[in-house]
């Protein structure tokens, strides 16, 4: 009687450590599963920051111009492509003319810049490169360079698709991420998503201002300087403005060396001019638009960025901070908050929000 209760715990040890082990093995596929899509992952959340646009967009005219909610979403749509599209007319081909005129000039101020910091001519280099590859090699690269582009096209085009479709309805999203979640933790999965996608908000509606202030203030001082393509160079550095810590630098670059290639100090006054731009951007701009924003420590920030980049590519480097963002402010409700007890305050979060008691 008693061997035979023996065998029966060691066969309820055997199913039990059997059903550990395919828990575990079921882990480390879905890792496998979800770092082979993670460019995908990265696309849908660039569609979700789309969708925050869009819906705030749709939520402003709700507000403050009483739009009717059912039109509000297809309105706005219409409204910031009519925008684009406005801005393409008024600007498009002086604009294209100027990159494309900047894209010539790059190896020659590349030139002056690396004779003016003792490096010599770079392009020289770059030309003895190209040259000792073989006209296939070349050819090749020429072709993956184009199709680089057009999937980077695509890829823009998914994400605002995807974005306008989450915009549409995000309750059926939210609700289909919930109910993944067993019941009991419904609520505070809920309250979570709701708490990132408020900081996310904040954040988007801060950065925007950012680049539009950062890309008026260059173009005027590149125009005061007497940069040529000051329109041109003025976009690059609003755009770039979106990442954090690294745009402001990695937009100054194209002005910087173009200036080297003027006389006098058009250089000088240019690194002037970027450096003044960035101490109104972090002193005055984003103080004023961003005070309710989560805010992240810059050196955490900045490795959060650095490891976008490395893990993921241009992707990881474009949505490492909004990526952080939410880790952050998941971390503090879900860990912080709610399993430690500390009362911490939670970007994006109502006030009237449950605390712990």
Known sequence: MNEQGGSSRGLISDAEFIRKCLIVLGIVLLTLVLWSLS???????????????????????????????????ALASLLILGLFVGLAILF????????TNVIEQLPRALDNFGRAIGVGAVSDDLSNIIDSQSAGGLASRLAGIGGTIL?????FLLVIVAG???????????????????????????????????????????????????????????????????????????LVDFIPFLGPILGALPAVMIAFTLEGNAALW????????????GNIIFPL????????PAALALFAIVAGGILFGSFGLIFGFPLAVVTYVLVKKLYVRETLGEDTPIPGEDETADKPS
């Open 164 to 238: 306008l479709y989450i915009a549409a309805s995000p309750k059926t999203y939210v609700d289909g991420l919930v109910k993944l979640f067993p019941v009991k933790h419904h609520e505070r999965v809920r309250g979570s998503l709701h708490a990132s996608g408020e900081a996310l908000k904040l954040w988007l509606l801060s950065q925007l201002i950012a680049m539009v202030c950062v890309g008026v203030l260059s173009t005027l001082a590149y125009w005061m300087i007497g940069l040529p393509y000051f329109y041109a160079l003025g976009l690059i550095a609003g």
């Open 92 to 99: 498009g081909t002086q604009l294209r003319s100027q990159l």
């Open 151 to 155: 999937g980077g096209l695509a890829d």
């Open 39 to 73: 460019s995908v992952l990265l696309l849908g959340f660039g569609a979700i920051l789309v969708a925050i646009i869009f819906h705030s967009a749709a939520e402003g005219l709700v507000r403050y111009l009483r739009v009717p909610e059912r039109w509000s979403l």
């Open 270 to 281: 240019t690194i002037v001019a970027v450096l003044a731009i960035q101490q109104i951007e």
């Open 289 to 296: 638009v961003a005070r309710k924003v989560v805010t992240i």
